[in-house]
């Protein structure tokens, strides 16, 4: 897709990181388009203890017209 411009700032996908576990926020997310791009292996520290992440990105539609 064509990129969107925000100021200086052009982007074509928006990404964002979700624990595997929370099922709701990854339904969620998918519910609006994102889809399951990757996973990342210790992502996160989280009291003390590396935790997953699903990586999931949504590709922004072009402009129209």
């Known amino acids: 897709g064509s990129p969107k411009q ?6 074509g996908k ?3 990181p979700v624990f595997p ?8 997310y998918e519910r609006f388009g994102f889809v399951r ?4 292996t210790g992502h996160f520290l989280r009291s003390g203890v ?5 990586l999931m990105a949504f ?3 072009p402009a129209a017209g």
Do not use: C, H, K, S
């Open 6 to 11: 925000i100021g200086e700032i052009f982007f």
């Open 14 to 16: 928006l990404q964002l």
């Open 21 to 28: 576990w929370n099922g709701p926020a990854i339904a969620l």
């Open 37 to 40: 791009e990757g996973y990342r």
């Open 50 to 54: 590396e935790v997953d992440a699903i």
């Open 59 to 61: 590709r922004v539609p």
